[in-house]
């Protein structure tokens, strides 16, 4: 089965979406015509350009974008349409954290002047995104500790190859540490604590904004600490986008939808 779609403009990884769905069959088309509408991730408000699209849709279509803000899904609606945020899908969750890992990596590597092979980094949070970097980050011969409050996830990253503690250890810990990669949505790294770390360690926020890390502590103590949401549509948004793709395809076929 195949479907029309219509785009609007984007990223790279909104372009590289459209590309995949014209690889997977789909058509392009205009609104009037489209089984579906594509809009960008993140979308925190509908555009002028995007109204005219959504206006021009047929009722009821369904509107595709990622991390949509109430806001934005109130104007599809109001315009007619279904909005579907593909980003709460698991499995794109799941797929999503390979190239936020390898975005982490190569963020740590461009923030320090050591190899990680044979280096103590300390990771905050043992989820989907947690996992990944930590798996990578053994694989290139860190000395990886996590760190998280779940019992199973610590005993998950034992299995995996690293050393586990709880948050509760984190007073402890931070001075053994000049790496640090969070993946918690919460204050996790306050001053306080920061004030542990080695002087000049770094730190990558893998968590949704505002992140886990007080930074402006973090600057004022010579600390590199950097926030990077979004890693995947900056460091790989060929495989980014064709993962949307894929997403999207599979939710229509789940809702059982038919070509017009």
Do not use: K
């Not at 509408?37 to 279509?61: F, H, W, Y």
């Not at 043992?126 to 610590?154: C, H, I, M, S």
């Not at 709880?166 to 790294?189: S, Y």
């Amino acid at each position: 089965m195949s479907f029309t779609f219509c785009m609007a403009a984007g990223d790279a990884r909104q372009q590289a979406a459209g590309r995949a769905l014209r690889e997977a069959g789909c058509l392009p088309a205009g609104p009037e015509h489209a089984d579906f509408l594509l809009l960008p991730m993140p979308l925190s408000a509908v555009t002028p350009g995007q109204l005219d699209l959504l206006c021009r849709a047929r009722p009821g279509t369904p509107v595709f974008a990622g991390r949509m803000t109430p806001e934005a899904q109130n104007g599809i609606r109001h315009a007619g349409g279904v909005p579907v945020d593909y980003y709460t899908r698991s499995e794109l969750a799941s797929l999503n954290a390979v190239p936020t890992a390898e975005g982490c990596l190569c963020l740590l590597m461009q923030m320090r002047t050591r190899t990680l092979w044979e280096s103590p980094v300390l990771v905050l949070g043992f989820g989907r995104v947690g996992q990944a970097v930590a798996r990578r980050l053994v694989a290139l011969g860190a000395l990886v500790t996590v760190a998280a409050r779940n019992a199973d996830q610590r005993a998950e990253a034992r299995c995996c190859g690293c050393h586990a503690a709880p948050l509760t250890a984190l007073e402890r810990l931070l001075p053994q540490f000049d790496a640090v990669v969070n993946t918690i949505p919460a204050m996790v790294l306050p001053a306080e604590l920061l004030g542990r770390l080695p002087r000049g360690a770094v730190i990558v926020d893998l968590a949704s904004a505002p992140g886990g890390v007080d930074f402006a502590a973090a600057r004022s103590m010579g600390l590199q600490a950097q926030l990077a949401p979004g890693l995947p549509g900056r460091c790989a948004p060929d495989t980014a986008g064709e993962l949307i793709a894929q997403t999207i395809l599979t939710i229509l076929h789940e809702q059982g939808r038919e070509t017009v």
